[in-house]
Protein backbone atom coordinates (compact mmCIF):
# COMPACT_ATOMS: atom_id res chain seq x y z
CA UNK A 1 0.00 0.00 0.00
CA UNK A 2 1.53 3.37 -1.05
CA UNK A 3 0.96 5.94 1.52
CA UNK A 4 -1.09 8.91 0.16
CA UNK A 5 1.08 12.26 -0.19
CA UNK A 6 1.47 15.14 2.58
CA UNK A 7 -1.67 17.37 2.48
CA UNK A 8 -2.24 20.94 4.52
CA UNK A 9 -5.65 22.02 6.15
CA UNK A 10 -6.01 25.67 7.29
CA UNK A 11 -6.94 25.89 10.88
CA UNK A 12 -6.84 29.04 12.88
CA UNK A 13 -3.36 30.42 12.05
CA UNK A 14 -1.71 26.92 11.61
CA UNK A 15 -1.49 24.69 8.64
CA UNK A 16 -1.92 21.10 9.65
CA UNK A 17 -0.32 18.41 7.72
CA UNK A 18 -2.39 15.13 7.19
CA UNK A 19 -2.16 12.35 5.23
CA UNK A 20 -5.37 9.74 3.89
CA UNK A 21 -4.31 6.42 3.88
CA UNK A 22 -6.67 3.36 3.23
CA UNK A 23 -10.51 3.06 2.58
CA UNK A 24 -11.72 1.22 4.47
CA UNK A 25 -15.80 1.66 5.68
CA UNK A 26 -14.49 3.38 9.08
CA UNK A 27 -12.29 6.16 9.69
CA UNK A 28 -10.05 6.48 12.34
CA UNK A 29 -7.85 10.13 13.32
CA UNK A 30 -4.05 8.88 14.70
CA UNK A 31 -1.81 10.81 16.17
CA UNK A 32 1.28 10.09 18.00
CA UNK A 33 3.61 11.94 20.78
CA UNK A 34 5.37 15.37 20.33
CA UNK A 35 8.71 13.50 18.70
CA UNK A 36 6.65 13.22 15.27
CA UNK A 37 7.06 13.71 11.79
CA UNK A 38 4.18 12.77 9.40
CA UNK A 39 6.60 11.38 6.96
CA UNK A 40 9.91 10.37 8.76
CA UNK A 41 7.65 8.34 11.01
CA UNK A 42 6.80 5.78 8.38
CA UNK A 43 10.04 5.22 7.07
CA UNK A 44 10.76 2.85 9.79
CA UNK A 45 9.40 -0.11 8.46
CA UNK A 46 7.24 -1.55 11.77
CA UNK A 47 5.42 1.82 12.05
CA UNK A 48 5.22 1.93 8.48
CA UNK A 49 3.62 -1.78 8.82
CA UNK A 50 1.14 -0.13 11.41
CA UNK A 51 -0.18 2.51 9.82
CA UNK A 52 -0.68 0.10 6.72
CA UNK A 53 -2.24 -2.36 8.80
CA UNK A 54 -4.79 0.23 10.31
CA UNK A 55 -5.40 1.11 6.95
CA UNK A 56 -6.51 -2.45 5.62
CA UNK A 57 -9.56 -1.77 7.50
CA UNK A 58 -10.31 1.41 8.07
CA UNK A 59 -9.41 5.04 6.37
CA UNK A 60 -6.82 6.59 8.07
CA UNK A 61 -6.40 10.34 8.85
CA UNK A 62 -2.99 10.48 10.12
CA UNK A 63 -1.36 14.10 11.10
CA UNK A 64 1.20 16.41 12.96
CA UNK A 65 -0.52 17.98 16.10
CA UNK A 66 -0.06 21.79 15.91
CA UNK A 67 3.61 22.94 16.44
CA UNK A 68 4.98 19.07 15.46
CA UNK A 69 6.63 18.00 13.28
CA UNK A 70 5.05 19.26 9.77
CA UNK A 71 2.46 20.95 11.09
CA UNK A 72 2.69 25.07 12.01
CA UNK A 73 1.52 27.02 14.73
CA UNK A 74 2.03 28.10 18.48
CA UNK A 75 3.56 25.66 21.48
CA UNK A 76 2.03 27.99 24.22
CA UNK A 77 -0.51 25.71 26.60
CA UNK A 78 -3.31 27.94 26.44
CA UNK A 79 -3.08 28.28 22.76
CA UNK A 80 -3.05 24.22 22.42
CA UNK A 81 -5.86 23.81 24.47
CA UNK A 82 -8.05 26.26 22.33
CA UNK A 83 -6.37 24.75 19.42
CA UNK A 84 -6.28 21.07 19.85
CA UNK A 85 -9.55 20.31 19.73
CA UNK A 86 -10.12 22.69 16.46
CA UNK A 87 -7.49 20.91 14.37
CA UNK A 88 -8.23 17.87 14.75
CA UNK A 89 -12.15 19.04 13.52
CA UNK A 90 -10.17 21.16 10.81
CA UNK A 91 -8.51 17.54 9.28
CA UNK A 92 -11.79 15.52 9.31
CA UNK A 93 -13.63 18.23 7.57
CA UNK A 94 -10.94 18.55 4.95
CA UNK A 95 -10.57 14.22 4.52
CA UNK A 96 -14.43 14.38 4.52
CA UNK A 97 -14.82 12.51 7.50
CA UNK A 98 -18.36 12.83 9.99
CA UNK A 99 -17.05 10.59 12.32
CA UNK A 100 -14.09 8.63 13.59
CA UNK A 101 -12.30 7.04 15.89
CA UNK A 102 -9.12 8.28 17.63
CA UNK A 103 -6.13 6.52 18.22
CA UNK A 104 -3.46 8.94 20.31
CA UNK A 105 -0.57 8.38 21.85
CA UNK A 106 1.32 10.22 24.31
CA UNK A 107 0.51 14.16 24.39
CA UNK A 108 -2.02 13.56 21.52
CA UNK A 109 -4.24 11.68 23.62
CA UNK A 110 -4.95 15.02 25.45
CA UNK A 111 -6.36 16.26 22.51
CA UNK A 112 -8.08 13.34 21.31
CA UNK A 113 -10.12 13.19 24.91
CA UNK A 114 -10.36 16.99 24.53
CA UNK A 115 -12.44 16.43 21.13
CA UNK A 116 -14.62 13.67 22.40
CA UNK A 117 -15.79 15.47 25.43
CA UNK A 118 -16.36 18.84 23.34
CA UNK A 119 -17.47 17.09 20.14
CA UNK A 120 -18.95 13.79 20.96
CA UNK A 121 -21.02 13.56 17.99
CA UNK A 122 -17.50 13.54 15.33
CA UNK A 123 -15.50 10.66 17.93
CA UNK A 124 -17.08 7.16 18.02
CA UNK A 125 -14.14 6.41 20.52
CA UNK A 126 -10.90 6.73 21.68
CA UNK A 127 -7.88 4.37 21.73
CA UNK A 128 -5.67 5.90 23.97
CA UNK A 129 -1.81 4.43 24.02
CA UNK A 130 0.54 5.55 27.22
CA UNK A 131 -1.61 8.44 27.73
CA UNK A 132 -2.28 10.62 30.82
CA UNK A 133 -4.88 13.33 32.39
CA UNK A 134 -1.45 15.37 33.98
CA UNK A 135 1.33 14.74 33.62
CA UNK A 136 2.73 16.63 36.96
CA UNK A 137 2.54 15.44 39.65
CA UNK A 138 -0.17 17.36 42.47
CA UNK A 139 -1.87 15.96 46.15
CA UNK A 140 -4.04 14.62 44.87
CA UNK A 141 -2.10 12.61 41.37
CA UNK A 142 0.68 10.26 42.28
CA UNK A 143 1.70 9.27 39.29
CA UNK A 144 3.78 12.78 37.78
CA UNK A 145 6.54 14.12 37.61
CA UNK A 146 7.15 15.91 41.29
CA UNK A 147 8.14 19.26 40.73
CA UNK A 148 11.86 19.11 41.69
CA UNK A 149 12.27 17.21 38.84
CA UNK A 150 10.65 19.39 36.73
CA UNK A 151 13.93 21.53 35.19
CA UNK A 152 16.54 18.51 35.38
CA UNK A 153 13.51 17.11 33.17
CA UNK A 154 13.67 19.97 31.26
CA UNK A 155 17.17 20.75 30.74
CA UNK A 156 18.36 17.29 30.11
CA UNK A 157 15.79 17.63 27.06
CA UNK A 158 16.77 20.34 25.74
CA UNK A 159 20.35 19.52 25.73
CA UNK A 160 19.93 15.70 24.67
CA UNK A 161 17.17 16.16 22.03
CA UNK A 162 18.12 14.90 18.42
CA UNK A 163 20.51 12.92 19.95
CA UNK A 164 18.51 9.71 20.14
CA UNK A 165 20.03 9.31 23.66
CA UNK A 166 16.17 9.19 25.22
CA UNK A 167 15.54 6.52 23.07
CA UNK A 168 17.14 4.22 26.26
CA UNK A 169 14.28 5.97 28.28
CA UNK A 170 10.90 5.57 25.79
CA UNK A 171 12.11 2.66 24.09
CA UNK A 172 14.43 -0.02 25.98
CA UNK A 173 13.44 -2.59 24.22
CA UNK A 174 14.18 -0.97 20.63
CA UNK A 175 17.89 0.89 22.00
CA UNK A 176 20.04 -1.82 20.88
CA UNK A 177 18.80 -2.83 17.37
CA UNK A 178 20.85 -1.13 14.79
CA UNK A 179 20.14 2.02 13.30
CA UNK A 180 16.80 2.77 15.83
CA UNK A 181 18.70 5.37 17.99
CA UNK A 182 20.24 6.99 14.71
CA UNK A 183 16.14 7.22 13.30
CA UNK A 184 15.06 8.25 17.28
CA UNK A 185 17.64 11.46 17.09
CA UNK A 186 16.55 12.11 13.14
CA UNK A 187 12.97 11.77 14.29
CA UNK A 188 13.16 14.50 17.05
CA UNK A 189 15.23 16.99 15.03
CA UNK A 190 12.56 16.66 12.67
CA UNK A 191 9.73 17.44 14.89
CA UNK A 192 11.07 20.05 16.58
CA UNK A 193 14.74 22.13 17.34
CA UNK A 194 15.52 21.42 21.09
CA UNK A 195 14.39 25.14 22.33
CA UNK A 196 10.78 23.89 20.93
CA UNK A 197 10.66 20.78 22.67
CA UNK A 198 11.58 22.26 25.83
CA UNK A 199 9.01 24.47 25.54
CA UNK A 200 6.62 21.75 24.94
CA UNK A 201 7.62 19.51 27.32
CA UNK A 202 6.74 23.09 29.98
CA UNK A 203 3.20 22.90 28.38
CA UNK A 204 2.98 19.67 29.03
CA UNK A 205 3.48 20.13 32.51
CA UNK A 206 1.32 22.85 32.94
CA UNK A 207 -1.47 21.24 31.57
CA UNK A 208 -4.55 19.42 33.38
CA UNK A 209 -7.14 17.82 31.13
CA UNK A 210 -8.77 15.52 34.64
CA UNK A 211 -11.82 17.71 34.51
CA UNK A 212 -12.91 16.63 31.15
CA UNK A 213 -12.60 12.48 31.70
CA UNK A 214 -16.47 12.52 33.47
CA UNK A 215 -17.68 14.42 30.14
CA UNK A 216 -16.31 12.01 27.70
CA UNK A 217 -19.16 9.48 26.61
CA UNK A 218 -17.52 7.42 24.05
CA UNK A 219 -16.48 3.84 24.09
CA UNK A 220 -12.77 4.24 24.97
CA UNK A 221 -9.94 1.77 25.27
CA UNK A 222 -6.47 3.01 27.47
CA UNK A 223 -3.53 0.78 26.30
CA UNK A 224 -0.42 1.13 28.72
CA UNK A 225 2.56 -0.68 29.21
CA UNK A 226 2.87 -1.76 32.72
CA UNK A 227 6.90 -0.59 32.97
CA UNK A 228 6.75 2.58 31.24
CA UNK A 229 8.98 4.58 33.14
CA UNK A 230 7.78 7.81 31.68
CA UNK A 231 4.53 7.59 31.99
CA UNK A 232 4.36 5.24 34.72
CA UNK A 233 1.29 2.75 34.82
CA UNK A 234 -0.98 4.82 37.39
CA UNK A 235 -1.60 7.59 34.89
CA UNK A 236 -3.51 4.76 32.87
CA UNK A 237 -5.32 3.19 35.32
CA UNK A 238 -6.61 6.53 36.50
CA UNK A 239 -7.93 7.45 32.84
CA UNK A 240 -9.52 3.96 33.12
CA UNK A 241 -10.81 4.48 36.23
CA UNK A 242 -12.07 8.17 35.45
CA UNK A 243 -13.10 7.90 32.01
CA UNK A 244 -17.02 6.32 32.35
CA UNK A 245 -17.24 2.77 30.66
CA UNK A 246 -13.71 2.42 29.52
CA UNK A 247 -11.30 -0.61 29.37
CA UNK A 248 -7.75 -1.00 30.87
CA UNK A 249 -5.35 -2.93 28.50
CA UNK A 250 -2.00 -3.49 30.01
CA UNK A 251 0.53 -4.49 28.22
CA UNK A 252 3.86 -6.25 29.49
CA UNK A 253 6.52 -3.37 27.87
CA UNK A 254 8.41 -0.83 29.42
CA UNK A 255 8.04 1.10 25.87
CA UNK A 256 6.66 4.44 26.06
CA UNK A 257 7.03 5.01 22.37
CA UNK A 258 4.41 3.06 20.34
CA UNK A 259 4.63 -0.98 20.46
CA UNK A 260 5.18 -2.95 17.51
CA UNK A 261 3.45 -5.66 18.63
CA UNK A 262 1.15 -7.25 16.37
CA UNK A 263 -2.10 -7.01 19.11
CA UNK A 264 -1.97 -3.63 19.33
CA UNK A 265 -3.32 -3.07 15.81
CA UNK A 266 -5.74 -5.95 16.62
CA UNK A 267 -7.13 -4.17 19.83
CA UNK A 268 -7.64 -1.05 17.71
CA UNK A 269 -9.47 -3.47 14.74
CA UNK A 270 -11.89 -4.66 17.36
CA UNK A 271 -12.80 -1.55 18.91
CA UNK A 272 -13.01 0.10 15.30
CA UNK A 273 -15.14 -2.70 13.47
CA UNK A 274 -15.85 -5.02 16.22
CA UNK A 275 -14.11 -7.91 14.79
CA UNK A 276 -11.01 -9.00 15.12
CA UNK A 277 -8.41 -10.57 12.74
CA UNK A 278 -7.01 -13.60 14.46
CA UNK A 279 -3.47 -12.16 14.39
CA UNK A 280 -2.18 -16.03 15.19
CA UNK A 281 -3.68 -17.04 12.46
CA UNK A 282 -1.14 -15.29 10.44
CA UNK A 283 1.68 -17.54 8.75
CA UNK A 284 5.32 -16.94 9.13
CA UNK A 285 7.34 -18.43 6.09
CA UNK A 286 10.76 -17.77 4.59
CA UNK A 287 10.38 -16.47 1.06
CA UNK A 288 12.12 -14.66 -1.50
CA UNK A 289 10.57 -11.14 -2.62
CA UNK A 290 10.68 -9.61 -5.47
CA UNK A 291 9.93 -6.15 -6.56
CA UNK A 292 9.58 -4.82 -9.91
CA UNK A 293 9.32 -1.44 -10.95
CA UNK A 294 8.59 0.30 -14.74
CA UNK A 295 11.53 2.84 -14.56
CA UNK A 296 10.22 6.37 -14.70
CA UNK A 297 7.08 5.51 -14.60
CA UNK A 298 6.10 9.01 -13.83
CA UNK A 299 7.57 10.43 -16.91
CA UNK A 300 6.58 8.13 -19.38
CA UNK A 301 2.48 8.76 -18.68
CA UNK A 302 3.40 12.13 -18.28
CA UNK A 303 5.28 12.24 -21.87
CA UNK A 304 3.69 9.22 -23.64
CA UNK A 305 -0.22 10.17 -22.54
CA UNK A 306 -2.85 8.33 -20.80
CA UNK A 307 -2.97 5.22 -23.79
CA UNK A 308 0.33 4.83 -24.12
CA UNK A 309 1.00 4.52 -20.73
CA UNK A 310 -1.90 1.86 -19.99
CA UNK A 311 -0.69 0.26 -22.78
CA UNK A 312 2.90 -0.31 -21.69
CA UNK A 313 2.16 -0.97 -18.19
CA UNK A 314 -0.60 -3.54 -19.52
CA UNK A 315 2.55 -5.35 -21.50
CA UNK A 316 4.73 -5.23 -18.21
CA UNK A 317 1.75 -6.72 -16.00
CA UNK A 318 1.35 -9.73 -18.65
CA UNK A 319 5.05 -10.19 -18.91
CA UNK A 320 5.28 -10.46 -14.97
CA UNK A 321 2.13 -12.53 -14.58
CA UNK A 322 3.77 -14.53 -17.06
CA UNK A 323 7.27 -14.83 -15.63
CA UNK A 324 5.99 -15.43 -12.01
CA UNK A 325 3.94 -18.63 -12.93
CA UNK A 326 6.91 -20.04 -15.27
CA UNK A 327 8.88 -19.54 -12.47
CA UNK A 328 6.14 -21.07 -9.87
CA UNK A 329 6.08 -18.09 -7.82
CA UNK A 330 2.74 -16.18 -6.57
CA UNK A 331 2.18 -12.71 -7.49
CA UNK A 332 1.30 -11.12 -4.26
CA UNK A 333 -0.13 -7.72 -6.03
CA UNK A 334 0.19 -5.10 -8.86
CA UNK A 335 1.82 -2.03 -6.83
CA UNK A 336 0.32 0.56 -10.32
CA UNK A 337 3.43 0.41 -11.64
CA UNK A 338 5.02 -2.91 -11.12
CA UNK A 339 4.53 -5.55 -9.29
CA UNK A 340 5.99 -7.40 -5.92
CA UNK A 341 5.84 -11.63 -5.99
CA UNK A 342 7.35 -14.48 -3.76
CA UNK A 343 8.91 -17.47 -4.24
CA UNK A 344 10.34 -20.45 -2.39
CA UNK A 345 13.62 -20.88 -4.52
CA UNK A 346 15.95 -17.33 -4.76
CA UNK A 347 17.34 -18.75 -8.07
CA UNK A 348 13.88 -19.00 -9.33
CA UNK A 349 13.30 -15.65 -8.38
CA UNK A 350 16.12 -14.38 -9.82
CA UNK A 351 15.73 -16.06 -13.19
CA UNK A 352 11.83 -14.83 -13.16
CA UNK A 353 13.33 -11.35 -12.58
CA UNK A 354 15.47 -11.26 -15.34
CA UNK A 355 12.60 -13.16 -17.64
CA UNK A 356 10.51 -10.13 -17.05
CA UNK A 357 13.34 -7.18 -17.96
CA UNK A 358 13.60 -9.03 -21.03
CA UNK A 359 10.25 -8.90 -21.32
CA UNK A 360 9.66 -5.25 -20.83
CA UNK A 361 12.39 -4.38 -23.15
CA UNK A 362 10.70 -6.01 -26.24
CA UNK A 363 7.84 -3.44 -25.38
CA UNK A 364 10.42 -0.94 -25.29
CA UNK A 365 9.77 -0.57 -21.22
CA UNK A 366 13.10 -0.90 -18.97
CA UNK A 367 12.08 -2.10 -15.47
CA UNK A 368 14.36 -2.49 -12.48
CA UNK A 369 14.13 -5.34 -9.89
CA UNK A 370 14.88 -5.82 -6.11
CA UNK A 371 15.25 -9.10 -4.51
CA UNK A 372 15.81 -10.21 -0.55
CA UNK A 373 15.18 -13.12 0.84
CA UNK A 374 13.97 -13.36 4.98
CA UNK A 375 10.81 -13.88 7.14
CA UNK A 376 7.85 -12.56 5.64
CA UNK A 377 4.09 -12.52 7.24
CA UNK A 378 1.28 -13.82 5.07
CA UNK A 379 -2.11 -12.21 6.37
CA UNK A 380 -5.42 -12.40 4.67
CA UNK A 381 -5.23 -8.74 4.39
CA UNK A 382 -1.47 -8.81 2.26
CA UNK A 383 1.81 -9.44 2.68
CA UNK A 384 3.58 -7.68 5.22
CA UNK A 385 7.38 -8.13 7.03
CA UNK A 386 10.82 -6.17 7.63
CA UNK A 387 11.91 -8.34 4.59
CA UNK A 388 8.71 -6.66 1.96
CA UNK A 389 10.40 -3.68 3.30
CA UNK A 390 13.83 -4.47 2.24
CA UNK A 391 12.99 -5.57 -1.24
CA UNK A 392 11.57 -2.31 -2.06
CA UNK A 393 14.20 -0.41 -1.28
CA UNK A 394 16.38 -2.42 -2.69
CA UNK A 395 14.72 -2.07 -5.91
CA UNK A 396 14.49 1.58 -5.46
CA UNK A 397 18.69 1.67 -5.92
CA UNK A 398 18.64 -0.63 -8.66
CA UNK A 399 19.87 0.94 -11.93
CA UNK A 400 17.27 0.85 -15.32
CA UNK A 401 17.50 -2.70 -16.49
CA UNK A 402 19.44 -3.67 -13.15
CA UNK A 403 18.51 -7.04 -10.90
CA UNK A 404 19.73 -5.93 -7.44
CA UNK A 405 19.84 -8.50 -4.49
CA UNK A 406 21.01 -8.50 -0.97
CA UNK A 407 23.89 -10.81 0.29
CA UNK A 408 21.59 -13.34 1.68
CA UNK A 409 20.42 -13.86 -1.91
CA UNK A 410 23.41 -14.23 -3.37
CA UNK A 411 24.68 -16.34 -0.98
CA UNK A 412 22.02 -18.98 -0.98
CA UNK A 413 22.30 -19.59 -4.98
CA UNK A 414 25.83 -20.30 -4.56
CA UNK A 415 26.60 -23.24 -7.02
CA UNK A 416 23.59 -22.21 -9.11
CA UNK A 417 25.90 -21.12 -12.04
CA UNK A 418 24.37 -16.96 -11.50
CA UNK A 419 26.71 -14.70 -11.79
CA UNK A 420 27.22 -11.20 -9.56
CA UNK A 421 28.62 -8.35 -9.86
CA UNK A 422 29.42 -6.10 -6.33
CA UNK A 423 27.54 -3.04 -5.76
CA UNK A 424 28.98 -2.28 -2.62
CA UNK A 425 27.71 -1.38 0.72
CA UNK A 426 24.37 0.82 1.61
CA UNK A 427 21.95 2.43 3.87
CA UNK A 428 18.23 1.44 2.98
CA UNK A 429 16.59 4.50 4.64
CA UNK A 430 14.22 3.34 7.72
CA UNK A 431 16.34 -0.53 7.75
CA UNK A 432 18.74 -0.58 10.71
CA UNK A 433 22.23 -1.62 9.44
CA UNK A 434 24.50 -1.03 5.93
CA UNK A 435 23.72 -3.95 3.20
CA UNK A 436 26.23 -5.09 0.51
CA UNK A 437 24.07 -5.50 -2.80
CA UNK A 438 24.89 -6.96 -5.62
CA UNK A 439 24.04 -7.16 -9.32
CA UNK A 440 22.82 -9.81 -11.59
CA UNK A 441 25.65 -9.62 -14.82
CA UNK A 442 24.76 -13.71 -15.76
Not at 205 to 216: Q, T
Request: hydrophobic share 45%.
Amino acid sequence: MALARTQYVRSGDADIAYRVIGEGAHDIVLAFDFASHLEEITELPELREFVEGLGRFARVLLFDMRGVGMSGGVTSASAALESWMDDAVAVMDAAGSRQATFVAQGQAALMAMMTAAAYPDRVASLVLINAWARFARADDYPFGVPEEVHEPLLRALEEQWGTGTDLAIVGPSLVDRPGLREWWGRLERYSAPPGVARARMQATLDLDVRGFLPLIRVPTLVIHSRDNALVRIGHGRYLAESIPGATLVELDSADHVLSFDLDIRGLIEERVTGVRTDVAAADRVLATVLFVDIVGSTQHASEAGDESWRAALGHVERVAEDAIRLHEGTLERHTGDGALATFDGPARAIRCALRIGDGARRGAVDVRCGLHAGEVIRRPEGLAGLAVHIGARICDLAAPGEVLVTRTVRDLVAGSGIAFEDRGEHELKGVPDTWALYAVTG
